[in-house]
């Protein structure tokens, strides 16, 4: 099968059992030991990673501390220290900021527990001789083991690897990791060989590569899925599109276990019985919506201040001070190519109280005049009640600035999106973000839930495909009431076409209908819904949307056509 259109390619390197791995990096005595990395939760203390021998002793991820002594044998040394899953996140990061030679955009997987890096590797591989020694040198420089790269034009048979397998080391434990620039969390990082646990697979998206690493990588063999295809890893488990547990046991109660027998079901009716996390694990596996590699290096803050050496009252220098702050903020965006999403601006009393305003934008804005008069409308209703002090500026959000093709002739110019732009700003400004939104469809067959409302500011996803497209423009009311009305309607025959309608009062005699419609949802969803909906059209030439529901038999009005 083919993948959708995609000239990315992406290399992810899965760390199996990553804290364990740090930690042993650090201390080796406790390679023979029953080491456990323990969290505290509501339940007590647990175990949330530990090594291969107190795996095979029987201890598994979610156990009671409390119960630990009754599998362990006499002799075991058991070590239990409390999980760092900052101190592991920053270790894992360190690794991939070592493999930016590689790639410039490196980055983690997400999670609370990331245990693999993600490569951007498009259009680098031939600078090192192809992906193949590409994938063999990356994982030589980790390991230290000079592995043999396979590509993938077949089938992958599965590894059924045991809980012990999945989280012990390669071969022995991990010895140590050696480095430039000191001791980072007790792992060193440097020129020589890493000696890590590490699983390396290529694939066109991150959820191929992402599965590929942890569910299709054989000890010692790197693996490469070639270009727009995946048949290869369709036989892989369920756990390969980075579901939640709660979705996974779901499936499983069903008798679903692979990514095939997924891909087999309805798309339409996942999100009601799953959530809509399936179709976007699917469409970020198959590379049917895009998904970013979050570098790993800290964000650059755009942060600007001033203070003053006395407490200011005067309103025209308080304007002027902001006015030049903002236009430095925006100097600093300039050479990135990068406009304001959202703006913090902070004024200091002289009794150290301060004051916070917050613009949010729709698109990314470099206009220090027009961010200036939105920052002008939110001072309005400010009244400081003591001397400025101190005045902060700083761009919470950031985004590419957009930039149009110009036209070859300057009398052709065409209108750009600005100006409505700056009118929903300035509405979102005036009114609040709650008050300026946009509809957004969601998948769901009922009618009245079919449509969301979010803020205009917010970032606009398009939904994934909800139902084939076999209805008519008319099919549809222009006009949906938010909530059906009920109405008064005679039927000549029982269960019937409406002939009568009544509505506020007045009579309406049905010349012309269309329908019935079957709409219902499923008996998963709770209340369970079902009604024949018809279009029908008055003597007066007026046409509503209505349905006979079915648990009771009446009526009610939905809609109308103007």
Not at 206 to 229: D, L, N, R, T
Not at 245 to 256: N, S, V
Not at 531 to 544: A, I, K, L, Q
């Amino acid at each position: 099968m083919k993948l959708s259109i995609n000239a990315q390619r992406i290399a992810c390197l899965a760390f199996p059992n990553w804290p364990i791995q740090r930690l042993l990096a650090a201390k080796p005595e406790l390679a023979r030991t029953v080491l456990l990395l323990t969290e505290n939760t509501t339940g007590g203390e647990v175990v949330r990673f530990c090594n291969r021998l107190a795996c095979r002793r029987g201890i598994a991820a979610g156990m009671p501390l409390t119960e630990v002594q009754a599998v362990v044998r006499a002799r075991d040394t058991v070590v239990a220290e409390p999980l760092q899953a900052e101190a592991d996140r920053e270790a894992l990061a360190q690794i991939a900021i070592r493999c930016e030679r590689y790639s410039p955009c490196v980055g983690l997987e997400e999670g609370d527990y990331p245990q693999s890096a993600l490569l951007n590797m498009t259009g680098i591989a031939h600078l090192f001789g192809g992906e193949s020694a590409l994938a063999e040198q990356i994982v030589r420089e980790l390991t230290g083991i000079a592995y043999q790269t396979e590509q993938v034009t077949k089938s992958v048979p599965l590894l059924r690897r045991s809980s012990a397998g999945r989280s012990g080391l390669a071969g022995t434990a991990c010895k140590q990791a050696v480095a430039h620039n000191g001791a980072h969390n007790g792992v060193q990082y440097g020129a020589a060989a890493l000696h890590f646990d590490v699983r390396l697979a290529i694939g066109d998206t991150i959820g191929i590569a992402w599965a590929a690493a942890h569910f299709a990588v054989p000890s010692g063999k790197p693996v490469i899925i070639p270009a727009e295809q995946f048949d290869s890893l369709r036989e892989l488990p369920l756990e390969a599109l980075r579901l939640g547990d709660a979705q996974i046991k779901k499936l499983h109660r069903l008798g679903i276990r692979t990514i095939h027998q997924v891909l087999c079901l309805d798309r339409s009716l996942l999100p009601s019985r799953f959530g809509m996390e399936m179709n976007l694990r699917l469409d970020q596996f198959l590379g049917h919506r895009a998904e970013v590699i979050i570098p790993c290096r800290p964000t650059p803050k755009f942060q600007i201040e001033h203070w003053f050496e006395d407490g200011v009252k005067c309103s025209d220098i308080i304007e002027q001070a902001w006015s030049c702050l903002l236009q430095r903020l925006l100097d600093l965006l300039a050479p990135r190519q990068l406009g304001v999403r959202q703006l913090l601006c902070r004024f200091v009393t002289d009794t150290r109280t301060t004051h916070d305003l917050t613009i949010r934008v729709c698109k990314a804005v470099a206009d220090a005049r027009h961010l200036g008069d939105l920052l002008r409308l939110q001072l309005e209703r400010l009244h400081f009640d003591a001397p400025l002090i101190g005045i902060y500026l700083e761009a919470l959000e950031t985004s590419p600035l957009d930039r149009p093709q110009q036209e070859l002739f300057v009398h052709r110019q065409p209108k750009g999106a600005r100006p409505l732009a700056s009118l929903l700003n300035r509405l979102v400004s005036r009114l609040g973000r709650q008050a300026v939104v946009r509809p957004q469809v969601l998948p769901d067959p009922i009618p009245e839930r079919a449509v969301a409302f979010a803020p205009i500011t917010e970032e606009f996803l398009p939904s994934s495909p909800m139902l084939d497209p076999v209805h008519l423009p008319m099919d549809r009311p222009t006009c949906l009431f938010p909530q059906p009305v009920s109405v008064q309607v005679i039927a000549v025959i029982p269960d019937g076409p409406p002939s009568v309608l009544f509505w506020h009062g007045l009579r309406y005699d049905l010349a012309r209908h269309w329908g019935p419609e079957r709409i219902e949802s499923g008996w998963w969803r709770g209340e369970a819904v079902c009604r024949d909906y018809y279009r029908v059209e008055t003597t007066e030439g007026r046409r509503f949307w209505l349905f006979r529901q079915h648990e009771d038999q009446r009526w009610f009005l939905h809609g109308e056509v103007f």
